[in-house]
């Protein structure tokens, strides 16, 4: 069983800075994958960024050079270090590991963030 506890989220004026954070329950040093989407109502869920268990990260276009994605294997935490933050990026954050290919997401329960202008 692997369970995700999110923190970070919360209110943040347009320009700042945002932290957050995902532990999980089991060892994330051999995951497959470790990501953040993040949903809009009415939208489909966006992958926002990504990291494999080699390192390689990949981000949505839409946050390049403002998202930043790492791992802390000793801490099995996930960061999702966001800077820049502009009023279209508030949403519901959420967590996913993939422990090997082909294996299910485990989901966190999604943090809010909201960036007011």
């Known amino acids: 069983q692997v369970q995700l506890v999110e923190s970070g989220g919360g209110l943040v004026q347009a320009g700042g800075s945002l932290r957050l954070s995902c532990v999980s329950s089991?060892?994330?040093?051999?995951?497959?994958?470790a990501n953040w989407y993040r949903q809009r109502p009415g939208r489909q869920r966006e992958l926002v960024a990504s990291i494999t268990k080699g390192g390689a990260t990949n981000y949505a276009d839409s946050v390049k050079g403002r998202f930043t994605i790492s791992r802390d294997d000793a801490k099995n935490t996930v960061y999702l270090q966001m800077t820049n933050l502009k009023p279209e990026d508030t949403d519901i954050y959420y967590c996913?590991?993939?422990?090997?290919?082909?294996?299910?997401?485990?989901w966190g329960q999604g943090t809010q963030v909201t960036v007011s202008s």
């Open positions: 089991v060892s994330i040093f051999s995951m497959d994958s």
């Open positions: 996913a590991v993939r422990p090997r290919p082909g294996d299910m997401n485990y």
